[in-house]
């Protein structure tokens, strides 16, 4: 069944400040393979202008997917998680997320659509850090495809 | 902030450096728990099929983290990355051997911004032949 549109444009509460570590920022670092020492070296980040060091651009889909779940998980809503495929991703970024980020997510619905069978939400993710500042923006296009005959 | 290519000296059509990044089922481990998604389709063969997978495969972030290090290397500064985005079009297959699958990435200069001084550099991202993101591309400001 097609997904309610009248959801396009619902904001849920911002989420409660993730802290950015700088090991977790090196854990990611090294599990994708990356040994760019911005990522790992404060002096190599200070040297690029940083205050300390940056996390490579996919890091926040951690902290954004998971307040997706807000919007994934709203009963009202009535996604179907376990059809749910990652259709695709963006991201805008104002500045790199770095060590001593604390980061809220604010999700909104930005679309719903719905082709053959399959319902396509798009989720946004605003990412501010404890000042207010824009950090990143992540656009999520989940699919949740049509169910089976039975 | 400061990347190291100037914008002056790259023009439409610009190649950049290729590159090929191995993936194994130990990588997919070790990025399963750096970023939390534990999804059994990245390690459990027998899920995967299950679910209808050919086989393993990878995390379609892992595939978007890779692909984006063809421009973060170029420029040598991620930080100058202004945006990024790709499609999930065919799964990265990863097989239970030694060679496990490789992300083959190719990215070309594909429109020039003079007043931003940014560059889109549209991404070919391929494994086993097959390409694996679609709409792939990055926009990033030069020096």
Redesign the interface.
Known sequence: MALDQSFVGRTYPATEPYEVGREKIR??A?????T?P??TDPEAAKA???PDV?A???FV??IT??AAGQVVQDPQLGLDYDRV?????????T??VRAGDRLSVTSTIEAIKSMAGNDLVTVRGDVHDETGEHVVTA?TMLVARAAEEA | MAARISYDDVEVGTELPTAAFPVTRATLVRYAGASGDFNPIHWNEKFAKEVGLPDVIAHGMFTMAEAVRVVTDWTGDPGALVEYGVRFTKPVVVPNDDEGAVIEVGGKVAAKDDEARTVRVDLLVKSAGQKVLGMSRAVVRLA
């Open positions: 854990e990611f090294e599990a994708i393979g990356d760019n911005v990522y690029l202008g940083y940056i490579p651009p996919t889909f951690a997917f998971r495929v990652h259709g695709d991703q963006k991201f805008a970024y500045r790199p656009h």
